[in-house]
């Protein structure tokens, strides 16, 4: 049981450059969010997913783009990569209609932009 | 809106000894909450979780929590610390929609 797999665990780009975060999970839940970590700030919410083919915005979704082919998977993309999206990037999921689930996390994406 | 709020942003304490982390929160609807802990270049398990029902929940590795609803709180606790335990530790609400609200979390650092 893998539970959510975050590809790649590094990645330098330069400023500019685009890139695609690989999010998938094999729980089927149907809920799934990108969160970025920066020190001292928490977590905030990029992007999130109801179910296939659903997406919204969270509090901080300027530079990203997802999306949601399939139940398993919610890749983030980066366009223009820019020196404030250096952070650690979280992809995480829960199931349908339960908001006492808890959350379960990837390992993590630590992108660096230069 | 809801809020979480972690009072402390480090915590230092000597193995052996017992350690709160400080969590307050506001919402003006039923909510749950939870604490997480991230080890180091790892991503976030869950620690436990208050739904409902008694007040005092118990988690995994001998951690526990009381959520007190006339002070807006959920303090986590544990009664005697390891070095093992050294790691960050996230509060986080919920209500009974779909996303959840992390405070900003508390480093645990436990010394020998």
């Known amino acids: 049981n893998a539970g959510v797999t975050q590809t790649p665990k590094f990645r330098i780009l330069k400023i500019g450059q685009s890139m695609t975060l690989q999010c998938t999970q094999d729980?089927?839940?149907?809920?799934m969010y990108w969160y970025r970590q920066d020190p001292g700030m928490g977590l905030k919410l990029i992007y999130y997913s109801v179910g296939a083919g659903i997406t919204d915005k969270g509090e901080v979704p300027n530079g990203y783009n997802v999306s949601r082919s399939t139940t398993e998977d919610f890749p983030l993309r980066l366009e223009l990569a820019a020196p404030s999206q250096t952070s650690v990037y979280f992809c995480a999921s829960s199931s349908w209609g339960n908001s006492t689930m808890g959350y379960t996390f990837g390992s993590g994406t630590r992108l660096t932009v230069v | 809106a809801q809020s979480v709020t972690q009072l402390d942003s480090q915590v230092p304490v000597f193995e052996e000894a017992p350690v709160e982390l400080r969590c307050n929160y506001s919402?003006?609807?039923?909510?749950?909450l939870f604490w997480y802990v991230q080890y180091p270049n790892q991503g976030l398990q869950l620690l436990l979780k208050y739904l409902s029902g008694s007040t005092l929940v118990k988690g995994i590795n001998g951690f526990e929590a009381e959520f007190n609803k006339s002070q807006t709180s959920f303090h986590l606790r544990k009664p005697s610390v390891h070095i093992s335990d050294t790691a960050e530790y996230f509060c986080a609400v919920r209500t009974g929609g779909f996303k959840t609200i992390f405070g900003a979390g508390t480093r645990l650092f436990v010394k020998a």
């Open positions: 919402s003006s609807v039923s909510v749950y």
């Open positions: 729980m089927n839940h149907n809920y």
